[in-house]
């Protein structure tokens, strides 16, 4: 186990050779005057408070403003910030050692010690935001959720600069969560100062250690950042104020951008008008300011493996039919508006761009093949018995509403099959979705919490998974993930991606599209996007002179 880990995290540490935001010198450029970056976003920043953010959008604001023990790169790698490498693991996986710069500092200039670590995260698992379970696999967590103590047992300083956690079972995925925004840092001298529940409600103690710090907020207008001087990571980039826009209003946002108002759209994960995105485009002068990523969800028709048509083995052929009479390209031109929001989906249930995507075309399901789909339809159903009154469920939205129209009229004209569109309440369709497997076809999807497979396997598809609608089981795959979640991702991704092959052979999903983020650049604003999950640091900004 030891050279395993170790083989692992040298595999890792390959990729952590860059600077903060994966920066690196840019060639010589004429500089504006005006080193200002200006963006909107759609709602006021929930949560200023790492231990209860759950918004993408605040998550992509706040990064810059704090960090943890690490990050995460343009590439998504993970790589060191407060740590100064990756930590000491002993041999059973359950011991995780983390040494700390011994010159980092919050931005008000307090030293970041290991006090620092075992007060955020005490704090973060105590507060029990959506996301304190990240820190279920750590000895004393189920006290501490059950109010028992405020002090997670496995969490213990061993000097200044020098942290362990002990785990409750080994789970290599945790280094990956070691990383997201729970695990960011807060000044305990000031949240104690401030007070606990106001401390982030103002500029001057919204203090943190990342390379900006707020430094103005109109609630529900506008919010104001600047460098902070002395910052411990190096230098803070070429950028000397950010200013952030609260417009509700997407053709406001849009309308910004074309006067000048905003170096860019789409930074806080915010969505372009279609007929904008349609117009960037397909206008060939336009084209070039136009940047699309993948982002990290994928949307698929689930089958019910339970009851109902498609259950068990019986049902494989007709699940099977279902998924092959779809012709993704059509879906694709339906509703991802011209390919500016969303895209085919090919390459298994994780979208493209993490960790755990089997590549284009890796999924034989998806392969649209109506002549082949509708003789091995009709040979598993040849009276149309089994699928009389069939109707594919989802929650009503107007994007969904489009999905199983068009899903309907091509396993009417593919397989002459008539399947009804069963809109449901959001909140009566997860119910029965999630909690009982209601429904023998319906749509499912998944918006990445972090890159790993095991935020999908574990949540989706293992025997009892909580949100998978499927009630699918299959021992093999278990057996798959669990060795996999024991070990560090860059060792675990070949049992999370054979996870995937099962599950396209047991046709337990048939996929339909992967989502894209969309962003309206400037040309003369450059160093700025996204990856699948983060935009980039505001470290990476610059802006041209024009």
Request: a negative charge.
């Amino acid at each position: 186990m030891r050279k395993t880990v170790a083989s692992g995290l040298a595999a890792v540490a390959v990729l952590a050779s860059c600077t903060f935001g994966g920066s690196s010198a840019p060639p010589a450029e004429a500089l504006a005057a005006d080193q200002t970056l200006s963006f909107p976003i759609a709602q006021e920043i929930g949560d200023f408070d790492p231990a209860q953010i759950t918004s993408p959008t605040d998550v992509d604001v706040l990064r810059n403003v704090f960090s943890g023990l690490y990050r995460f790169d343009e590439k998504l790698h993970e790589v060191p910030d407060l740590a100064t490498g990756f930590p000491d693991i002993s041999a059973d996986g359950l011991t995780y050692t983390f040494h700390l710069r011994a010159d980092a500092h919050f931005s008000n200039g307090d030293p970041i010690t290991s006090d620092d670590v075992l007060f955020s995260w005490n704090r973060a698992a105590v507060k029990q935001g959506e996301f304190a379970p990240l820190f279920s696999v750590v000895q004393g967590y189920q006290q501490v959720a059950g109010g028992r103590t405020k002090t997670l047992s496995g969490l213990t300083k061993v000097d200044d600069h020098t942290v362990q956690v002990v785990l409750a079972r080994a789970a290599g995925y945790w280094l990956t969560e070691v990383g997201l925004w729970p695990m960011w840092l807060v000044d305990r001298k000031v949240v104690t100062s401030a007070g606990d529940d106001v401390w982030f409600t103002k500029p001057e103690t919204l203090i943190g250690s990342g390379p900006f710090r707020l430094t103005a907020h109109v609630v529900g207008g506008s919010l104001d950042f600047e460098p902070v001087a002395g910052w411990y990571g190096g230098s803070t980039g070429a950028l000397k104020h950010v200013h952030v826009d609260v417009v509700s209003d997407p053709a406001a946002q849009v309308a910004g951008y074309e006067t000048g108002v905003y170096s860019l759209v789409g930074y806080g994960r915010q969505v372009l008008p279609a007929v904008t995105a349609v117009k960037y485009a397909t206008v060939a002068s336009l084209s070039s300011q136009l940047l699309l990523v993948p982002a990290g969800v994928s949307y698929w028709l689930g089958f019910n493996l339970q009851s109902g048509p498609f259950a068990g083995d019986a049902g494989k052929a007709g699940r099977h039919a279902f998924a092959t009479a779809i012709d993704r390209a059509v879906l694709e031109h339906a509703v991802c508006s011209a390919g500016t929001s969303c895209a085919a989906a090919t390459g298994g249930v994780i979208s493209k761009g993490l960790a755990g995507y089997l590549g284009d075309g890796a999924d034989p399901n998806s392969k649209f093949d109506p002549v082949a789909a509708k003789k091995e339809y009709l040979a598993w159903d040849p009276k149309g018995l089994k699928v009389k009154g069939l109707t594919y469920s989802f929650d009503t939205n107007p994007f969904n509403t489009v999905v199983c129209t068009n899903l309907a009229a091509q396993w009417k004209a593919n397989l002459g099959v008539t399947v009804g569109c069963n809109d449901v309440d959001r909140g009566t369709f997860f119910d029965q979705r999630n909690g009982r497997c209601a429904y023998s076809a319906f749509r499912q999807s998944w918006s990445a919490d972090y890159n790993n497979p095991q935020d999908w396997f574990d949540y989706l598809f293992v025997s009892h998974a909580s949100s998978g609608g499927s009630c699918y089981a299959n021992p093999n795959l278990d057996s798959l993930v669990e060795t996999a979640d024991a070990r560090p991702v860059a060792l675990a991704l070949s049992y999370y991606q054979a996870a995937d092959q099962l599950l396209i052979g047991d046709v337990v999903y048939a996929g339909l599209v992967y989502g894209i983020q969309q962003y309206l650049v400037h040309p003369y604003v450059k160093g700025v996007g996204g990856t699948a999950l983060y935009d980039f640091y505001w470290t990476q900004a610059r802006i041209l002179q024009h």
